[in-house]
């Protein structure tokens, strides 16, 4: 049973566009979502991450949207550009510590120039 | 940034053989972990490690699966025998415990395990 759900599966929007993401869990323990950033050949990068405590965390042009009642997030990628082509993982842990991170199967996303 | 390194980048070998994936995680980092995925796909827990002990394991750490981290040097993902079903890319990982640092996972770039 998957506890972390992303969808799409893959996604293509066109440069300048919004991508949109989504997320969903199982787990009611889970606080922290980190949102990782994986290049082929590369090991994933932490991009962004929220607490369940917030219900938005922005950075430049990504942003978190957090619905704890309904255990859903969505990663917004607004003015899409090319070298933002990568697969996307939306990720939950059960604590801001050292737990371990549970993945979703991840969103490959492609921008056209 | 800080950086985990791993090595070596593919190994192939054959199966029933014995491997071992080496990683060289960030110097002041305290936590490791090692992560399968296959096919680019999901990233599957396998464990993680803290003071010499295996703090937690998934099913998918097989009995075949050891790990170790011997006097500060590499920590290392032992598989013996290995099996076709191990072929995956190994990504291992280090984090910090405490303050604003301890929710990153730092990955590093993977070992691309061929079982043949």
């Known amino acids: 049973q998957q506890q972390v759900r992303q969808s799409p599966q893959s996604l293509t929007v066109w440069e300048g566009e919004t991508a949109i993401l989504n997320c969903s869990y199982e787990d009611s323990t889970f606080n922290y979502f980190p949102w990782y950033q994986q290049f082929p050949g590369e090991g994933p990068a932490l991009l962004i991450s929220?607490?369940?405590?917030?219900d938005k965390k922005e950075d430049g042009r990504f942003t978190i949207f957090f619905n704890k009642r309904e255990k859903k997030l969505s990663l917004h990628i607004t003015d899409s550009q090319p070298g933002d082509s990568a697969t996307y993982f939306c990720?939950?842990?059960?604590?801001?510590?050292?737990?371990?991170?549970?993945f979703g199967a991840g969103t490959k996303l492609t921008i056209k120039p | 940034g800080p950086k985990v390194l791993q090595i070596p980048s593919h190994q192939i070998i054959d199966m029933g053989q014995m491997v071992t994936l080496n990683c060289d995680p960030v110097?002041?980092?305290?936590?490791f972990y090692w992560y399968k995925q296959i096919l680019g796909q999901q990233m599957e827990f396998l464990v993680n490690f803290y003071n010499g002990k295996v703090m937690e394991k998934s099913k998918l750490f097989k009995d075949q699966f050891s790990v170790e981290r011997p006097d500060g040097s590499y920590f290392t993902l032992k598989i013996q025998p290995t099996a076709l079903e191990d072929s995956a890319v190994y990504f291992c990982a280090s984090s910090f415990p405490g303050g604003a640092s301890n929710e990153r996972l730092f990955f590093g770039h993977g070992t691309k395990l061929s079982v043949l």
């Open positions: 929220i607490s369940s405590v917030s």
């Open positions: 110097s002041n980092h305290l936590y």
């Open positions: 990720a939950a842990s059960a604590s801001w510590g050292n737990e371990k991170i549970t």
